[in-house]
């Protein structure tokens, strides 16, 4: 498995990978993998002849006052598990390799990057659409794996690929959960075991809207306010619970098609994410 840490040089592995191992699948990570993340590498390497996994703690989408200096860094480990899973290679470049003296271009999905995390987090969108370009320029991939618990990410990375014709498909992944329900996060290893018992309630409210959907229920607002109050039971601090068209992310306020439930909340002072696919034909 090699090792680069340039665009320049990634690029230069790319060109080989794509003509001779074509497709060529990118899974972007911050690192700190996790089962999650296996999820992704293993389909990659399924589908494709070759699999690239990115590690890069991008400083771009992360506003003042966020998680970025503590957040984990577990270089050593992860290239063991991308060599353990067959990656082909690794593509780890310094923030100054990507963001040096000088830089000035930014990626702007502003529709899709405004609702939800957007409205909570500045920049962010912005500085996942950047360094998401810069890593398919650098990687080349045919096609490159995203997981669904990052859904409003997922939709505009694909509206975004789409929009400037780069000829990558996307390729959404479930979410993987631990055995009770929690979403795989790397934010999940600031939880105390105390926080860790009470993020159960981010997973159990959205499982409880789904069954009341299948019972039924079709107005938004009844169904998202007592997902909220369990929320708050658990002692969380509520960002946003909405359900929202999963292709525009707009507001819906009766469930007549598919749709996105999407939570964001805070167990003590972790900011967690997860969502869950409403349907009118759930079962009950
Ligand atoms: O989902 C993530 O880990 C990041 O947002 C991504 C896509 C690697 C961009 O930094």
Partial sequence: MKVVDTP???????????????PLGLVP?????????R?????????CGAAVVSIFVNPAQFAAGEDYD???????ADLEACREMGAACVYAPRANAMYPGGYDTWVDVPGLGAPLCGAHRSGHFRGVATVVLKL??????????FG???????????RMT????LGVEIVPCPIVREDDGVALSSRNAYLSADERSRARAISGALFDAKRMVAAGERFSAAIIQPCVDELEKAGSRVDYVEIV?????????????AARMAVAAYIGETRLIDNILLEPDDEA
Wanted: proline share 4%.
């Fill in 245 to 257: 068209d999963p292709a525009t992310l707009e507001r819906v306020e009766t469930i007549n098609g």
């Fill in 8 to 22: 320049q040089d990634m690029r230069e592995l790319a060109e080989v990978l794509r003509r001779d191992e074509a």
């Fill in 39 to 47: 999820s992704l590498i293993a389909r990659a390497r399924e589908e």
């Fill in 136 to 145: 398919l320029a650098a990687c080349l991939p045919h096609r490159a794996y």
């Fill in 70 to 76: 503590t957040y984990p860094r577990t270089f050593e």
């Fill in 148 to 158: 669904e618990k990052d859904y409003q990410q997922l939709v505009l990375i694909r």
């Fill in 162 to 165: 789409d929009d400037l014709d």
């Fill in 29 to 37: 990570t911050m690192g700190a993998l996790h089962e999650g993340h």
